[in-house]
């Protein structure tokens, strides 16, 4: 391993520096995105939205390692700024999607502006190389961890695992459609 990095004569691990870097960065962020009247948090739905990646209340939390019921008080802000939209999936009509709106869509640029503005400062004296191997090490950990047994997502899958193994042999989404078919006979 690299050599050993030192805060006030104590030897710190990368992540604790990885959570103090964390904590820096978003401090500033949530002072600069004041500007256009939007938190961390907030600006990080917008771009899970815009981007697909996200577009159910179930599918934000997952991406932002929050509780489904924590959600709501998140982009209910949004929602009353008239940023974003609610609409019934098509194929299943208990999903809402998020939208985001022509005023979503202008929040976002504005907000995006200010989060560039933010990367070109934090990041003033550091070259292009330093900031791909940023990025790769950036990757690469997110990588590690996602697939680590301990990340809560492959926890929530071996539990479904076991508990169809327990149930028998189907996940228990599978069980739930079995239940409703056998229903609608």
Do not use: W
């Not at 577009?55 to 991406?63: I, P, V």
């Not at 900031?131 to 899958?157: G, M, Q, W, Y």
């Amino acid at each position: 391993m690299a050599s050993e990095t030192k805060v006030d004569g104590l030897s710190v691990s990368p992540i604790y520096l990885l959570k103090r870097a964390e904590l820096a960065v978003r401090g500033c962020v949530e002072v600069a995105l004041g500007e256009v009247d939007l938190t961390p948090s907030q600006f990080f739905i917008l771009v899970l939205v815009k981007s697909g990646e996200a577009t159910s209340g179930a599918e934000l939390a997952r991406a932002m390692g929050v509780l489904p019921q924590s959600m709501t008080e998140l982009i209910a802000p949004l929602e009353l700024r008239g940023a974003i939209a609610r609409r019934p999936d098509p194929d299943h009509n208990r999903i809402l999607r998020i939208e985001l709106t022509a005023a979503g869509e202008r929040l976002f640029a504005r907000a995006a502006e200010v989060g560039a503005r933010m990367q070109r400062e934090l990041f003033a004296g550091l070259d292009a190389s330093d900031v791909a191997r940023l990025n790769a090490t950036f990757t690469d950990l997110i990588a590690r961890a996602e697939s680590h047994i301990c990340h809560p997502k492959l926890r929530r899958i071996a539990k479904g695992h076991t508990q169809a193994a327990a149930a028998g042999s189907k996940p228990p989404a599978a069980r739930t459609r079995a239940r409703r078919a056998a229903a609608q006979r």
